[in-house]
């Protein structure tokens, strides 16, 4: 595989192995965000979310976060862990946060910006379980692990990983992160996740990522080159391993996307703006807390309200109401300067039609709300449950469509064509004439698996639909997979600290 | 079948038959249009297009039509039927359209209001054949045609029939219009559709919408209540029966949508620049025909423009390019205070994953455009050779999605709810709580097919997909269908009115 020299060209298609793809290199969103709410109802729900802090509070299940946030003014009791935050103490600590910072991946051709109207497309995070059409679902293993890593290198479309694409749940847990960080590096050059399960896992990243990017800790701390999401225990709650997992990356200048897990109508109020204000007030809270520990470090505010089926609570995503919230999250992220995450969710439990639109359905509204960083952007079925390889592929032709709307219009002499249309004249057709033939091998987006031919010739191909399609083109990815280069030195070394770590772990364990 | 009163409240979901509907009622589009292009580029493809009709002109196949644009002053070469346009005439001609109008539906409760931000959702037009699971794909037969329209009154989320929703070939044609406009008539009693193929056919659906709404020719000319569509021959060329039908048409005040059929690559130029600037030249000519032969007679700028697969020639709808044109065509009407229609359009096959994200791509453009009419809302495939019962019911889910996402947030001291989150607190939940209890009932959008089920539960009701459940709906839909009420004397002079003029029709044959 070659790889793209600049990343700002990345307007002409690209054949990888089989398929073709858009250039490496990251998009920027031209669009400016829908306001949903108006500019009243956004304070309304700062306002409403800041009389949370003051009068509800939130725990801290960390005797050490509540040790810091003492010192720094906020009321802790200590028998119940539970915080609350003078507005001026949430205020002036959120404002501590960078409103851009850059990633660093181990290919700087692979660096990425954050903020501003740059955008992160990640492949799907965290799932217990794998699908796939020949082999059905799963649960997770180490080859489903790194055959969707594999897949993730191999997508241009997709510029990072979203944490474990799946559960490798066939790896040892206690030192599974050692095993998936190493595999992290060997298998792609793209930017990394290290799950906030404690200090000591996200030490080990550190170090990791260290010795795969050739550089110091000094360097680390000033280039953010590992992310991890802190999730909430919602209702206003956040937990020990979150908090200290929190600490070790944040005052080692890694990024941090604070995501409350705010469904509406079970952790959340029923309502939006109920869900909003809880979102609101514990992201506030955690990326306070973190600006107070570690004043300037990068940190990204999370939008994941959704609702649930009221009459079984099962979580729903990529609905009317996911929209709604994922439109104003982006409002509020802005509204204290902080990039903003949000998810191509969908509660499906297959690759069908439905996966299709409430994927449409979130990623539409997560990019018109500004999202910055579109976690689980490819791979993710049922409501996170499992990693679809089909559904990947789906997603990566949904992320390839709107990297292309993102590009400009030419309009100009030259595009217009009168000249064309002179020679053509009325009744004739465009297909053989030089404008035409100077233009359409790059004039049009052409997708990965949509099908286009006629019913007749579809029909004698066997009727494949997309998830078929999707099928096939996996597959082709796979075997057409070249593993980024790496110097040997930084795999022997990596592999020395992976084996060392695996037996201080055992020893202690 | 109860109706509600008020057009306004829309915002309950309420059951009919036995699936979740949006109440009837039409909607508005909140969001401000997308702007694609800058003023300036807007401007460019005016003036160019406005070049396009001066130097090369159009081809109007009609000896009438020609004579009227000479007497209007236009530059009309009798051998080659060609007209040139100076650009005042375009532009003094266009100027004359309404902006706003209102279309009279034989149940007044079903008026739809057409320009600003009213948006109307139709159901599909025109495919020859039609499909569902059971059955497969065949050529429309007047069984699928009725079934179709049947689904169209039932479904609260579409708001008139878009042309015949399947053509019924086992129906004579040169008496096809006389069935067809009984059947409209008789089984809803929303907004119908007549084809512009000659005066004669117009004339009869005038007389028949007379019929069924009660009203005289003077009324009729007052209130529009019927709608065609007239596509241009692609390039730069319309046709005899369009322009007859165009004629008959506007004197007696009814609509007509023009649309260009403009496929870059195929029958416009490769960029999308200049096929929007081909467009825009048709568009404006006939628009402009229209409004000299008939000042003030409803109208609307209908885009079309796609791409086609330039491997094959094949047309492609639902890409990156079709969303360009879409959210640029939406610019260009409103340049012209002219009311924008566009389409929920796909070229997949089956129901499947990339019918459902080409249809999102279609919709979310033609809507964040400005779209005052999607046509081909509900029920499209194969790029409008195939109208899909299947792919029918999975579009109005996404419209009905796309109407609760148009409805406002409210955000308030009730909504917020400090109270709920006082009583919850740190680590509860809501599910039980007075908030969530008041509200749950109506604070989601109820889904029609989306199986937000967990996986488990899923697979042993049998892993039924998107379209399976679809399957399932219309069959429901239709069992449950009774016909809106007929006056027995209208449904009698309608009867006699088709066998007079059939009798007419086989004697002048």
Known sequence: MT???SRRDHRGPRKVGTIPQVARGQAR???PPIQILTADQIEMIHLASLQVLEEIGMEFLDDGALDILARAGADVD???RRVRFDRGLIEESVARAPSTFTFHARNPENNLRVGDNWTIFCSVGSPPNAS????????????DFRNLVRLTQSLNVVDCV?????EPV?????TRHLDCGRDFITLTDKL???YALGRERIADALAMVCLARGIDRDQLRREPSLFTVVNTSSPLRVDGPMLRGLMEMAENGQCVIVTPFTLAGAMAPVTIAGALTQQNAEALAVIA???IFAPGSPVMYGGFTSNVDMKSGAPAFGTPEYAHAALAGGQLARRYGLPYRSSNATAANGPDAQAAYEASMSTWSALLGGCNLLLHGAGWLEGGLCASFEKMIIDAELLQMMRRLFQPLQVDADTIGLDAMRDVGPGGHYFGTAHTLARYETAFYPPIISDWRNFETWQEAGSPDAAQHANRVWKSLLADYVPPPLDPAITEALDAFVARRKKEIAQAG
């Open 29 to 31: 969103n031209p669009f």
């Open 3 to 5: 790889r793209q020299r």
């Open 192 to 194: 990394w996740y290290a």
């Open 170 to 174: 066939d790896v040892p847990p206690e």
């Open 132 to 143: 796939d059409l020949d082999n059905g679902r799963r649960p997770g293993t180490q080859q």
């Open 289 to 291: 807390f973190q600006q």
């Open 78 to 80: 200590r028998s119940t």
């Open 162 to 166: 979203g944490g474990y694409p799946v």
